[in-house]
């Protein structure tokens, strides 16, 4: 799947000034960085929206003003933010799925006090358990961004929400531990995103039988994985693909038009041998 844009005009004298390679390299990295800063000052102005959680409803409809299509005969789908965020950063994909026929989508909010990915976890199956109650449905689709997908991975894998939950997507999750930033160390859950904490521990221990269907999204230019592989879930147990995203941030991965289209695919997926994309490009 690739996703092609306006190159900027000045362009070709770059080119002409750099190595070709080099060149590229540059203005994908400048691209990235500039639209990674459009989306941190878009998202910092939505941010208040999302403070409070949101309003449970039976029929948890799509956002008014969408153009809908028909709705799929498919779980709900939970959305769940990243460290030190809410869930305004999910308002576009919210509308890209309720425009393709997913109306039961919820995001929620977990507190920025967290300290413990395992609580965090746990609080998680409470909801997700109301959830189905009250759509009658017996699983979900969890789509999680960074934090977001480690809590809802620790959940499925280690407190037995593998029976609840049917696909589960991360975008740009550390599942190995992330050592970007050693000064936010201070931080409890940072030091649980750490390579080698216990949490990423117990994540890597035996899971067999899991049930849930995991798809990893991650970006060759994401700056908040270190290594950036952290961002690929391996383990032998699970079944599990990684979708690399060439040419954007962190923070673009739960807004990018391209990305929401490969999301789509893997919630509508019926079973594991029909695939979302292997990769992502946006130029």
């Not at 309720?98 to 995001?107: E, N």
């Not at 609080?123 to 009250?134: K, P």
């Not at 696909?167 to 599942?175: D, M």
Request: some cysteine.
């Amino acid at each position: 799947m690739k996703v092609t844009g306006v190159l900027p005009l000045f362009l070709p004298l770059c080119r002409r000034m750099w190595p070709g390679r080099l060149a590229g390299l540059s203005m994908t990295l400048l691209r990235a960085t500039a639209l990674e800063a459009a989306i941190l000052a878009g998202h910092l102005l939505l941010y208040p929206t999302g403070l409070i959680q949101e309003r449970c409803s039976g029929a948890l409809p799509a956002t008014d003003g969408t153009a809908r299509l028909p709705v799929r005969p498919a779980p709900p789908v939970v959305l769940l933010h990243g460290f030190i965020d809410n869930r305004s950063v999910f308002v576009l994909l919210r509308r890209t799925l309720a425009q393709h026929g997913r109306h039961r989508v919820v995001s929620l909010n977990y507190s920025p006090l967290t300290c413990d990915i395992r609580i965090a976890a746990e609080l998680l199956g409470r909801h997700i358990e109301e959830i189905c109650e009250r759509t009658g449905s017996a699983r979900v689709d969890i789509v999680g961004h960074s934090l977001g997908g480690l809590i809802a991975r620790y959940y499925t894998q280690c407190l037995g929400g593998d029976l609840r939950v049917r696909t589960l997507v991360t975008l740009g999750t550390p599942h190995s531990g992330t050592r970007v930033a050693p000064l936010a160390d201070a931080h409890p859950i940072v030091r649980q995103m750490r390579p080698g904490s216990a949490v990423i521990e117990e994540l890597a221990r035996p899971a067999p039988g899991c049930r849930t269907r995991f798809v990893s999204f991650w970006s060759d230019l994401d700056s908040l994985m270190d290594p950036l592989e952290t961002a690929c879930l391996e383990h032998p147990d699970l079944d599990a693909q990684n979708v690399r995203v060439t040419g954007i941030g962190h923070l673009a991965l739960p807004v990018h038009p391209a990305v929401a289209a490969g999301i789509r695919e893997a919630l509508d997926a019926p079973d594991p041998g029909d695939r979302a994309a292997d990769g992502l490009t946006v130029a």
